[in-house]
């Protein structure tokens, strides 16, 4: 089965930047679309952003014009660049790939953005 691994988060300033990376142990980000959530405590999971298999993203209002979801096949991995970050932003982020079986998802990397 193919196993999904996040990194990059940490901890940064607000108004610095972090690249995540989602590594899947197999071919999986060409043939099914590929979305970040991230869940902050006490608060409801929220789809931060999403890549189709035609490249195509999509973002939430949140987030857009600062974040961008890219896909590299041959790596096997999907990226989330974060830039611009604010404290809100201050969440652990995890991702997930749409299959027809459900929702795959990795462990989650935090994030955590100071003032």
């Known amino acids: 089965q193919v196993q999904l691994m996040e990194s990059g988060g940490g901890l940064v300033q607000a108004g610095g930047s972090l690249r995540l990376s989602c590594a899947a142990s197999?071919?999986?980000?060409?043939?099914?679309?590929t979305a970040w959530y991230r869940q902050a405590p006490g608060k409801r999971s929220e789809l931060v952003a999403e890549i189709t298999t035609s490249g195509s993203a999509n973002y939430a209002d949140s987030v857009k014009g600062r974040f961008t979801i890219s896909r590299d096949n041959a790596k096997n991995t999907v990226y989330l660049q974060m830039s611009s970050l604010k404290p809100e932003d201050t969440a652990v982020y995890s991702c997930m790939v749409r299959t027809p079986l459900g929702g795959l998802w990795g462990q989650g990397t935090q994030v955590t953005v100071s003032t």
């Open positions: 197999g071919t999986i980000f060409s043939i099914n679309a």
